[in-house]
């Protein structure tokens, strides 16, 4: 079983920048794939970006590339997502997921999730 602890969200002016932080509770976390979800008010669940177990492989949502990175420490157990130029419509709950997924997409494919951490973009 594994634990995951958001932190890091926050209300930023547009243009501005977070870093989130998901936390691990157990060292098997450096074996799974870590995702990145977003739900704002009134709108599905939305898939941001993703990590390998390694920290090699990287992929992001479209309206996020070139703004949004993914990285992570696995001698911390902790997946980081650094957001610059942040936008409105970047306001949302931003949750961490794990697992040994290959459809790394689809939030339903991974079993372990953290609670969500608030980021709210002002105009």
């Known amino acids: 079983q594994v634990q995951l602890v958001e932190s890091g969200g926050g209300l930023v002016q547009a243009g501005g920048s977070l870093r989130l932080s998901c936390a691990a509770s157990a060292r098997t976390f450096s074996n799974y794939r870590v995702g990145w979800f977003r739900q704002a008010p009134g709108k599905e669940r939305e898939f941001v970006a993703t990590i390998l177990w390694n920290g090699i492989s990287t992929y992001y949502a479209d309206s996020v590339k070139g703004r949004f990175t993914i990285s992570r420490n696995n001698a911390k157990d902790t997946v980081y997502l650094q957001m610059n130029s942040l936008k409105p419509e970047d306001t949302a709950v931003y949750s961490c997921?794990?697992?040994?997924?290959?459809?790394?997409?689809?939030?339903?494919?991974?079993?372990?999730w953290g609670q969500g951490t608030q980021v709210t973009v002002s105009s």
């Open positions: 997921a794990a697992g040994s997924t290959y459809d790394y997409t689809e939030a339903r494919t991974y079993p372990y």
